[in-house]
T-cell receptor, first 113, second 115 residues
């Protein structure tokens, strides 16, 4: 299949382990953040979001942590499965109430059997 | 299952050709977007539309135009394709106020190669 990015940082984890993917965002005024998953040959898919008035949000097997002090966002995936293999990237809404987003370049997650 | 459908997965066009990329959504969304995605770069917004016949330039509109004659369809036009427009093109749609997700629903992308 086609690759989204040829020079992406790669995180390799054993199946069943937890994964942590990091993102440094750029604008201290950004108030809404999204994590996307993009599988090979497919468009990005929404995973989880978080607003700036929160520092943690949990979904099904995924948790997003927000540290506004250092402008850092992380995505934790519990019990990583082969189907989690994809490129993950974050997006920050730099102007509240608009569709002005900055997208990260992404991290490739490889799940090892 | 709601969808954003891009008409072509792969396209190969010659330099100077006029290229049309089509996108259709079935969610009755007001907002539609065209992005390009290149290795080492995040998604970059080309154009977006918040209503029929309305359009706004994004961050990299040069060399592109768009058309939105119907709510469900948003077309990206490369007036005269150039090799630096070789890229993955992603269409997305969104509707404000849909729960907590103010993000997008993306199509699967069109990989355009200009030779």
């Amino acid at each position: 299949g086609e690759s989204v990015g040829l020079h992406l940082p790669t995180l390799s984890v054993q199946e069943g382990d937890n994964s942590i993917i990091n993102c440094a965002y750029s604008n201290s005024a950004s108030d809404y953040f999204i994590w996307y998953k993009q599988e090979s040959g497919k468009g990005p898919q929404f995973i989880i979001d978080i607003r700036s008035n929160m520092d943690k949000r949990q979904g099904q097997r995924v948790t997003v942590l927000l540290n506004k002090t250092v402008k850092h966002l992380s995505l934790q995936i519990a019990a990583t499965q082969p189907g989690d293999s994809a490129v993950y990237f974050c997006a920050e809404n730099i102007k509240s109430g608009t569709y002005k987003y900055i997208f990260g370049t992404g991290t490739r997650l490889k799940v090892l059997a | 299952d709601v969808k954003v459908t891009q008409s072509s997965r792969y396209l190969v066009k010659r330099t100077g050709e006029k290229v049309f990329l089509e996108c259709v959504q079935d969610m009755d969304h007001e907002n539609m977007f065209w992005y390009r995605q290149d290795p080492g770069l995040g998604l970059r917004l080309i154009y977006f539309s918040y209503d029929v016949k309305m359009k706004e330039k994004g961050d990299i509109p040069e060399g592109y135009s768009v058309s939105r004659e119907k709510k469900e369809r948003f077309s990206l036009i490369l007036e005269s394709a150039s090799t630096n427009q070789t890229s993955m093109y992603l269409c997305a749609s969104s509707s404000p106020g849909t729960g907590s997700n103010y993000g997008y629903t993306f199509g699967s992308g069109t990989r355009l190669t200009v030779v």
